[in-house]
């Protein structure tokens, strides 16, 4: 039996994960080694016991207690905080889900990969702040990366079969978020709430407002250059509001593989649980007839210039992209709290990169995960600086 764990088990991705095991099967398809989440205990809890899972551990030490005493009696193992979580990343899995939010994921998933796992890769931000060293854990350990990323499966899915060198181009599609229609100059007063309302996913609260503000689809660039190789001019990003097509794969000889499918994050998880086979899915199938037409825009740099600020990331390189992924955490933090408006996150980001580009600490061609732990923290602290200096001329 297929020994697996999932990290996040109680977010979006975590909990679709959970839906698609208990429908093959559950505890009689898998072997349930560790599932983790943040604060949310007693869902942990419910989640543990319908998988049989061996460990069960929550993101902070405060929860124990409850975390104990939900499973007092069931005979599975709990524990909390980041170095727990690392050592159940250890125990050995065959299939691991990356479905923790943030730059939190980076070394459970890491972890999974040294021991060998499969990982399936949900945390983006593990790609864009260690690219390297994750591709480097899968080649020295013999495990293997997954994207989950719809669009990076979609792309994936459409390079079956090919040679990366026969690549021309790879199209991110993107919805343009909830506040892709607003007026750009009354993108400043979007509240939480207006960046929430995602016209076609159900998702996170905060990738939901990283769409809206295309910070998403900025890590979705850098991940794209990391995971596929591809050089950063050959990554285009096309606004597809009925996010139908997932991305596509233009060829040297002017073909374009599109991958289509009903926006549901079932489909990326469900193929990469099952790859290399192809299982059925829960999923809605495609009424083309129905959906009429697909229509496509280009990305108003004005509105995203989130988009601009990857490119700069892709030319640093080094540790730009775990400064820009700390930078936009602690931006959106702030955002949520009412402390910056939304068109100032990107404004935190990019004082960030400047800053820190100038003291000359980003373009480091080798590195280490002690190096881009330490810049996660020096750019956490200077985004918190960024934001105050932002607050304070606008309040
Ligand atoms: P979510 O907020 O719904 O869930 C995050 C999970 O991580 C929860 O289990 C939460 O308890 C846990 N968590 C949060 N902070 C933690 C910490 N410091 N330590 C330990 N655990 C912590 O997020 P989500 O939308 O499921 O996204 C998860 C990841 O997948 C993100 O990297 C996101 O970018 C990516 N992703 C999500 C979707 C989607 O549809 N939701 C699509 C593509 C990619
Ligand atoms: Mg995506």
């Avoid at 980041?82 to 125990?91: D, F, G, W």
């Avoid at 373009?363 to 810049?375: H, I, Q, R, T």
């Amino acid at each position: 039996m297929r020994r697996i764990s999932i990290f996040g088990a109680t977010g979006s991705v975590g909990e679709q994960t959970v839906d698609l095991i208990l429908r093959a099967g559950g505890p009689a398809a898998y072997e349930t080694v560790a599932v983790t989440g943040g604060r949310n205990v007693a869902r942990l809890a419910e989640i543990a016991q319908a998988l049989r899972a061996e460990i069960a551990i929550c993101g902070e030490a405060a929860c124990l207690p409850e975390l104990r005493a939900a499973l007092s009696g069931s005979g599975i193992a709990v524990a909390a905080g980041q170095a727990a979580l690392a050592e159940a990343a250890a125990r050995p899995a065959d299939w691991v889900m990356s479905a923790i939010v943030g730059a939190a994921g980076l070394v459970p998933g890491l972890t999974a990969l040294e021991q060998g796992a499969t990982l399936a890769l949900a945390n983006k931000e593990s790609l864009v702040t260690a690219g390297p060293l994750l591709m480097a854990a899968e080649q020295a350990h013999g495990g293997r990366v997954l994207p989950v990323d719809s669009e990076h499966s979609a792309i994936f899915q459409a390079l079956m079969g090919e040679k990366i060198e026969t690549v021309e181009r790879i199209i991110l599609t993107a919805s343009g978020g909830a506040l892709r229609d607003w007026p750009l100059e009354r993108l400043a007063q979007a509240t939480v709430a207006d960046a929430l309302a995602h016209p076609n996913w159900a998702m996170g609260q905060r990738i939901t407002i990283d769409s809206a503000s295309m910070f998403n689809k900025a890590l979705e660039v850098i991940e794209t250059r990391e995971f596929f190789g591809v050089a950063p001019e050959q990554i285009e990003v096309i606004i597809h509001p009925e996010s139908i097509i997932h991305s596509m794969v233009g060829f040297r000889d002017g073909a374009v593989m599109a991958h289509l499918g009903a926006p549901d994050m079932r489909h990326p998880i469900g193929f990469a649980l099952n790859w290399p086979e192809r299982a059925a899915l829960p999923v809605a199938r495609l009424d083309l007839a129905a959906l009429a037409q697909l229509t496509f825009r280009a990305p108003d740099p004005a509105r995203y210039p989130a988009l601009r600020l990857a490119g700069e990331v892709m030319r640093l390189r080094g540790l730009a992209g775990a400064a820009f992924n700390a930078a936009k955490e602690i931006a959106l933090d702030r955002f949520l709290a009412g402390q910056i408006g939304f068109a100032e996150m990107a404004g935190v980001v990019e004082d960030v990169l400047t800053l820190l580009s100038a003291a000359g600490g980003l373009e480091k061609p080798a590195f280490g995960l002690e190096d881009v732990l330490a810049m996660d923290h020096l750019a956490r602290i200077r985004a918190g600086e960024a934001a105050e200096a932002r607050r304070r001329k606008g309040g």
